[in-house]
T-cell receptor, first 113, second 114 residues
Framework: KNQVEQSPQSLIILEGKNCTLQCNYTVSPFSNLRWYKQDTGRGPVSLTIMTFSENTKSNGRYTATLDADTKQSSLHITASQLSDSASYICVVSLTGGGNKLTFGTGTQLKVEL | NAGVTQTPKFQVLKTGQSMTLQCAQDMNHNSMYWYRQDPGMGLRLIYYSASEGTTDKGEVPNGYNVSRLNKREFSLRLESAAPSQTSVYFC?????????????FGPGTRLTVL
Protein backbone atom coordinates (compact mmCIF):
# COMPACT_ATOMS: atom_id res chain seq x y z
CA LYS A 1 0.00 0.00 0.00
CA ASN A 2 1.31 3.45 -0.86
CA GLN A 3 2.10 5.33 2.30
CA VAL A 4 3.50 8.65 3.47
CA GLU A 5 4.88 8.82 7.00
CA GLN A 6 5.94 11.99 8.79
CA SER A 7 7.98 12.67 11.87
CA PRO A 8 7.87 14.01 14.44
CA GLN A 9 4.13 13.96 15.06
CA SER A 10 4.43 17.26 16.93
CA LEU A 11 7.15 19.77 17.72
CA ILE A 12 7.52 22.85 19.91
CA ILE A 13 10.29 25.36 19.22
CA LEU A 14 11.19 28.88 20.31
CA GLU A 15 10.67 31.80 17.98
CA GLY A 16 13.75 32.47 15.87
CA LYS A 17 14.98 28.86 15.98
CA ASN A 18 15.28 26.55 12.99
CA CYS A 19 13.62 23.17 12.63
CA THR A 20 13.47 20.25 10.22
CA LEU A 21 10.48 18.04 9.52
CA GLN A 22 10.83 14.59 7.97
CA CYS A 23 8.81 12.63 5.43
CA ASN A 24 9.32 9.04 4.26
CA TYR A 25 7.22 7.60 1.47
CA THR A 26 6.65 4.29 -0.25
CA VAL A 27 4.49 5.65 -3.06
CA SER A 28 5.53 4.18 -6.40
CA PRO A 29 5.83 5.11 -9.18
CA PHE A 30 6.55 8.56 -7.89
CA SER A 31 5.67 11.73 -9.79
CA ASN A 32 6.17 14.61 -7.40
CA LEU A 33 6.29 15.50 -3.72
CA ARG A 34 4.61 18.49 -2.14
CA TRP A 35 4.66 20.17 1.20
CA TYR A 36 1.53 21.94 2.42
CA LYS A 37 0.96 24.22 5.41
CA GLN A 38 -2.40 23.98 7.16
CA ASP A 39 -3.35 26.59 9.72
CA THR A 40 -5.90 25.56 12.35
CA GLY A 41 -9.40 25.74 10.90
CA ARG A 42 -8.18 26.45 7.35
CA GLY A 43 -7.50 24.49 4.19
CA PRO A 44 -3.97 23.37 3.23
CA VAL A 45 -1.81 25.83 1.30
CA SER A 46 0.98 24.66 -0.99
CA LEU A 47 4.56 25.53 -0.01
CA THR A 48 6.63 23.57 -2.55
CA ILE A 49 6.30 20.98 -5.31
CA MET A 50 9.30 18.88 -6.40
CA THR A 51 9.65 16.30 -9.15
CA PHE A 52 11.91 13.26 -8.74
CA SER A 53 14.73 15.11 -10.55
CA GLU A 54 14.77 18.04 -8.11
CA ASN A 55 16.87 17.85 -4.92
CA THR A 56 15.82 21.07 -3.27
CA LYS A 57 13.29 23.86 -3.58
CA SER A 58 12.85 26.99 -1.50
CA ASN A 59 9.94 29.25 -0.73
CA GLY A 60 11.11 32.10 1.48
CA ARG A 61 12.14 30.66 4.84
CA TYR A 62 10.95 27.19 3.82
CA THR A 63 13.37 24.81 2.08
CA ALA A 64 12.34 21.34 0.99
CA THR A 65 14.81 18.61 0.04
CA LEU A 66 14.18 15.34 -1.74
CA ASP A 67 16.19 12.13 -2.01
CA ALA A 68 14.28 9.97 -4.49
CA ASP A 69 16.71 7.08 -4.01
CA THR A 70 15.96 6.72 -0.29
CA LYS A 71 12.40 8.04 -0.67
CA GLN A 72 12.90 10.72 1.94
CA SER A 73 12.08 14.40 2.04
CA SER A 74 12.58 17.10 4.62
CA LEU A 75 11.18 20.57 5.18
CA HIS A 76 13.53 23.03 6.86
CA ILE A 77 12.11 26.17 8.42
CA THR A 78 14.60 28.96 9.10
CA ALA A 79 14.23 31.66 11.75
CA SER A 80 10.81 30.49 12.83
CA GLN A 81 7.99 32.94 13.51
CA LEU A 82 4.83 32.63 15.57
CA SER A 83 2.87 32.51 12.31
CA ASP A 84 4.68 29.29 11.38
CA SER A 85 2.57 27.48 13.99
CA ALA A 86 0.56 25.06 11.86
CA SER A 87 0.38 21.50 10.59
CA TYR A 88 2.84 20.68 7.81
CA ILE A 89 1.70 17.95 5.48
CA CYS A 90 3.83 15.90 3.09
CA VAL A 91 1.95 14.80 -0.03
CA VAL A 92 3.08 12.46 -2.79
CA SER A 93 1.64 12.13 -6.28
CA LEU A 94 1.63 8.93 -8.31
CA THR A 95 2.86 8.86 -11.88
CA GLY A 96 -0.17 8.38 -14.08
CA GLY A 97 -2.34 8.62 -10.99
CA GLY A 98 -4.68 11.15 -12.50
CA ASN A 99 -3.46 13.80 -10.08
CA LYS A 100 -4.43 11.64 -7.13
CA LEU A 101 -2.47 12.48 -4.02
CA THR A 102 -1.40 10.46 -0.98
CA PHE A 103 -1.31 12.61 2.15
CA GLY A 104 0.75 12.18 5.28
CA THR A 105 -0.85 12.82 8.66
CA GLY A 106 1.21 15.96 9.20
CA THR A 107 3.61 17.38 11.79
CA GLN A 108 2.00 19.81 14.21
CA LEU A 109 4.45 22.66 14.81
CA LYS A 110 4.05 25.18 17.59
CA VAL A 111 6.34 28.21 17.78
CA GLU A 112 6.50 29.87 21.18
CA LEU A 113 7.98 33.10 22.51
CA ASN B 1 -10.51 36.64 -6.78
CA ALA B 2 -12.02 34.49 -4.01
CA GLY B 3 -10.23 31.23 -4.96
CA VAL B 4 -12.14 28.17 -3.71
CA THR B 5 -15.24 28.82 -1.61
CA GLN B 6 -17.30 26.29 0.33
CA THR B 7 -20.70 26.46 1.99
CA PRO B 8 -21.74 25.91 4.68
CA LYS B 9 -18.81 26.34 7.09
CA PHE B 10 -20.46 24.25 9.80
CA GLN B 11 -23.33 21.77 9.79
CA VAL B 12 -24.92 19.42 12.30
CA LEU B 13 -27.12 16.61 10.98
CA LYS B 14 -29.07 13.77 12.51
CA THR B 15 -28.46 10.24 11.29
CA GLY B 16 -30.42 9.63 8.10
CA GLN B 17 -30.71 13.26 7.06
CA SER B 18 -29.41 14.42 3.70
CA MET B 19 -27.47 17.49 2.69
CA THR B 20 -25.36 18.96 -0.10
CA LEU B 21 -22.01 20.65 0.37
CA GLN B 22 -21.34 23.35 -2.17
CA CYS B 23 -18.01 24.29 -3.72
CA ALA B 24 -17.11 26.93 -6.29
CA GLN B 25 -13.84 28.15 -7.79
CA ASP B 26 -13.11 31.26 -9.80
CA MET B 27 -9.65 30.28 -11.10
CA ASN B 28 -10.90 28.67 -14.34
CA HIS B 29 -9.50 25.29 -13.27
CA ASN B 30 -10.52 22.12 -15.08
CA SER B 31 -10.14 19.67 -12.19
CA MET B 32 -11.96 19.70 -8.87
CA TYR B 33 -11.77 17.41 -5.83
CA TRP B 34 -13.57 16.51 -2.61
CA TYR B 35 -11.55 15.29 0.38
CA ARG B 36 -12.33 14.41 3.97
CA GLN B 37 -9.96 14.95 6.87
CA ASP B 38 -10.25 12.91 10.06
CA PRO B 39 -8.11 13.10 13.22
CA GLY B 40 -4.90 11.09 12.95
CA MET B 41 -5.39 10.44 9.25
CA GLY B 42 -4.25 12.16 6.09
CA LEU B 43 -6.73 13.76 3.75
CA ARG B 44 -8.55 11.14 1.72
CA LEU B 45 -10.05 11.65 -1.71
CA ILE B 46 -13.79 11.05 -1.96
CA TYR B 47 -14.53 12.00 -5.58
CA TYR B 48 -12.89 14.08 -8.23
CA SER B 49 -13.78 15.66 -11.56
CA ALA B 50 -10.97 15.90 -14.09
CA SER B 51 -13.03 18.19 -16.30
CA GLU B 52 -16.54 19.53 -16.71
CA GLY B 53 -18.95 16.67 -17.35
CA THR B 54 -16.81 13.92 -15.79
CA THR B 55 -16.62 12.53 -12.26
CA ASP B 56 -14.70 9.60 -10.79
CA LYS B 57 -14.52 7.79 -7.48
CA GLY B 58 -11.62 8.33 -5.16
CA GLU B 59 -10.44 6.33 -2.18
CA VAL B 60 -13.57 6.60 0.02
CA PRO B 61 -16.66 7.21 -2.17
CA ASN B 62 -19.22 5.09 -0.32
CA GLY B 63 -22.16 7.11 1.02
CA TYR B 64 -21.48 10.11 -1.20
CA ASN B 65 -22.52 11.41 -4.61
CA VAL B 66 -21.17 14.36 -6.58
CA SER B 67 -22.29 16.69 -9.34
CA ARG B 68 -20.07 18.82 -11.53
CA LEU B 69 -22.68 21.45 -12.24
CA ASN B 70 -20.45 23.50 -14.53
CA LYS B 71 -16.77 24.38 -14.74
CA ARG B 72 -16.97 26.48 -11.57
CA GLU B 73 -19.08 24.33 -9.26
CA PHE B 74 -18.68 20.84 -7.78
CA SER B 75 -21.13 19.67 -5.10
CA LEU B 76 -20.97 16.74 -2.69
CA ARG B 77 -24.18 15.09 -1.49
CA LEU B 78 -24.78 12.88 1.52
CA GLU B 79 -28.05 11.04 0.87
CA SER B 80 -28.41 9.44 4.30
CA ALA B 81 -25.87 10.78 6.77
CA ALA B 82 -24.17 8.40 9.22
CA PRO B 83 -22.03 9.20 12.30
CA SER B 84 -19.01 7.80 10.42
CA GLN B 85 -19.34 10.75 8.04
CA THR B 86 -18.54 13.21 10.81
CA SER B 87 -15.46 14.92 9.41
CA VAL B 88 -14.02 18.07 7.89
CA TYR B 89 -14.65 18.23 4.15
CA PHE B 90 -12.35 20.10 1.81
CA CYS B 91 -12.95 20.99 -1.78
CA UNK B 92 -9.98 21.71 -4.04
CA UNK B 93 -9.42 22.78 -7.61
CA UNK B 94 -6.43 22.03 -9.77
CA UNK B 95 -4.25 23.73 -12.31
CA UNK B 96 -1.24 22.55 -14.24
CA UNK B 97 1.87 24.19 -12.79
CA UNK B 98 4.82 23.21 -14.94
CA UNK B 99 3.15 19.92 -15.75
CA UNK B 100 2.25 19.23 -12.14
CA UNK B 101 -1.23 19.63 -10.82
CA UNK B 102 -1.19 22.38 -8.22
CA UNK B 103 -4.26 21.99 -5.98
CA UNK B 104 -5.86 24.91 -4.18
CA PHE B 105 -8.05 24.14 -1.19
CA GLY B 106 -11.16 25.77 0.18
CA PRO B 107 -11.62 26.63 3.88
CA GLY B 108 -13.51 23.43 4.69
CA THR B 109 -16.93 22.39 5.99
CA ARG B 110 -17.10 20.93 9.48
CA LEU B 111 -19.84 18.32 9.56
CA THR B 112 -21.14 16.55 12.65
CA VAL B 113 -23.62 13.68 12.32
CA LEU B 114 -25.41 12.77 15.54
Amino acid sequence: KNQVEQSPQSLIILEGKNCTLQCNYTVSPFSNLRWYKQDTGRGPVSLTIMTFSENTKSNGRYTATLDADTKQSSLHITASQLSDSASYICVVSLTGGGNKLTFGTGTQLKVEL
Amino acid sequence: NAGVTQTPKFQVLKTGQSMTLQCAQDMNHNSMYWYRQDPGMGLRLIYYSASEGTTDKGEVPNGYNVSRLNKREFSLRLESAAPSQTSVYFCASGSLAGGQDEQFFGPGTRLTVL
